[in-house]
């Protein structure tokens, strides 16, 4: 079995020698495919029903320094922290 994907003179190919693949097998190789061929993940992801087909689950732009942002707003608290003269 063979996919081939040609674009902007680019060629993406996934081969099995094997033949005992089931469609979900194909259907995420093909999602490979076209995410090597420069398709966003997300993008991906909304043409595949995620219940048949695993999402790529890629963190949300928004998010995805969360966690060094509260990190560094907490080091950042704990150094403006100063004693109060009464």
């Keep these: 079995m063979k996919i081939k994907i040609e674009l ?3 060629t993406y ?3 099995s020698h094997h033949e ?3 469609v979900y097998d194909i259907a995420e190789k093909f999602k ?3 995410v090597s061929a ?3 993940p997300d993008n991906v992801d909304c043409v595949f029903d ?3 087909v695993g ?3 890629l963190p ?3 998010n995805l320094y969360a966690d060094q942002l509260e990190s560094e707003y907490d080091n950042h608290d704990k150094a403006t922290n100063t004693e109060t003269l009464k």
Excluded: A, Q
């Design 60 to 62: 949300s732009d928004k």
């Design 55 to 57: 999402s790529w689950k």
């Design 32 to 34: 490979g495919l076209l």
């Design 13 to 15: 190919t996934w081969k």
């Design 8 to 10: 902007y003179g680019e």
């Design 38 to 40: 420069g398709y966003h």
């Design 50 to 52: 995620e219940n048949v």
């Design 20 to 22: 005992d693949h089931t």
